[in-house]
């Protein structure tokens, strides 16, 4: 029997600069921050919201992962209903884990963990109800997850067997590879490519929706970020914009082509 589709469904900035970065995404995706202080004793962090709903948080990158040299990174949360189990399944097949579950009070359970080529993301078993789904190209929501590894097919593999997602085809770009999308449920979906010799290690980015890559694009070097790539159309009607933040991390912006 196919396994239902696990999706990432909360992302997570890791910064050097609380502030400085809750200003520039308020700016830049049109955010609205919201201090989280439900979870005692938890370091400092702010949720990101589209109107009511909390769509990603920012929080200062963890001591022991800074002195291990971490840059500031968005990271993805991988929806499970079983931690502890799905942690264990992701060590059988290969993947490494980074933090063993563990309990956040008030939110739910999670681990930090990397797939079997080393890009790093999180489990939440999360508290309380799934929220509803929304349209993937709902504005400030995430439209697209993109993986960048050293194996594209074996990553492939990886996250299907784990997490049930489905191959939604592939594409030929030449010289770059092959690009291999999937759909990880209703709304969510991505595609994987081996990274170009620019990019380190493997690594997750995450594309979010903006109602026009023009003004954002203009909004994020305004605020003191950078441009790495775009703007570009892409198949499906898309213009996107791979981008930097003033602390580093690196995230893509996602529009509509009008």
Request: aromatic share 12%; charged share 20%.
């Amino acid at each position: 029997m196919p396994k239902s589709p696990m999706p990432f469904f909360w992302y997570e900035l890791m910064t050097t600069d609380l502030d400085a970065a809750e200003a520039f995404y308020t700016k830049v995706v049109g955010w609205t921050a919201q201090p989280f202080d439900k979870a005692p004793g938890m370091p400092r962090y702010i949720v990101m919201n589209v109107g009511e709903r909390g769509v990603g948080g920012l929080m200062t990158i963890p001591e022991d992962a800074a002195k291990m040299g971490m840059p500031p990174a968005w990271l993805g949360y991988i929806h499970t209903r079983d931690v502890d189990a799905a942690t264990a399944s992701l060590e059988k097949a290969g993947g490494k884990v980074h933090r063993r579950p563990d309990d956040i009070p008030g939110v739910g359970r999670f681990a930090v963990v990397a797939d079997p080529q080393g890009a790093t993301f999180m489990f939440l078993q999360p508290n309380g109800p799934d929220q509803p789904i929304v349209p993937a190209s709902t504005p400030g929501h995430i439209g697209w997850h993109e993986l960048y590894t050293s194996d594209w097919k074996a990553a492939f593999d990886f996250y299907s067997d784990q997490f049930g997602w489905v191959d939604a085809g592939d594409f030929d770009m030449g010289p770059m590879g092959t690009y291999q999308t999937f759909t990880a449920g209703p709304e969510s979906g991505g595609g994987i490519m081996n990274k170009p010799e620019q990019i380190p290690v493997p690594v997750w980015q995450f594309y979010f929706n903006v109602p026009a890559i023009d003004a954002a694009t203009k909004r994020v070097t305004d605020n003191g970020g950078k441009i790495l790539m775009g703007p570009m159309e892409v198949p499906g009607g898309s213009w996107v914009v791979q981008c930097q933040d003033p602390q580093g991390a690196h995230f893509a912006l996602m529009a509509p082509v009008r």
